[in-house]
């Protein structure tokens, strides 16, 4: 069984960084694709950046177009969330979900990260 463990959330103040990662363990990994999702308080959750495990191809949510990065390290089956000039409206817990070879979505979901964006 593959599990997906994220790290990296915590506490920022607005219009800092954070670096959140996500590592696949478990039986051998196979991806179509890799995500990040995240849900504040009382909202339901949103998909926030996508990537095809192979490369290319990465998607973002508009609110955070130009401000976070995706990507990953395929031979240690990471995916990261490079996140820039945070707001609080960003803060929230960080899901990754992995969509495995075969699957019609993402089908594997980390426990979640809290980033927390507050002076």
């Known amino acids: 069984q593959v599990q997906l463990l994220e790290s990296g959330g915590g506490l920022v103040s607005p219009g800092g960084s954070m670096r959140l990662s996500c590592t696949a363990s478990?039986?051998?990994?196979?991806?179509?694709?890799m995500a990040w999702f995240r849900q504040a308080p009382g909202k339901e959750r949103e998909f926030v950046a996508s990537?095809?495990?192979?490369?290319?191809?990465?998607y973002y949510a508009d609110s955070v177009t130009g401000r976070f990065t995706i990507s990953r390290h395929r031979t240690q089956n990471t995916v990261y969330l490079q996140m820039d000039n945070l707001k609080p409206e960003d803060m929230g817990i960080y899901y990754c979900?992995?969509?495995?070879?075969?699957?019609?979505?993402?089908?594997?979901w980390g426990q979640g990260t809290q980033v927390t964006v507050s002076s």
């Open positions: 979900a992995a969509q495995q070879v075969g699957a019609d979505a993402y089908n594997i």
């Open positions: 990537k095809r495990w192979s490369g290319g191809s990465t």
């Open positions: 478990g039986r051998p990994f196979s991806a179509y694709a």
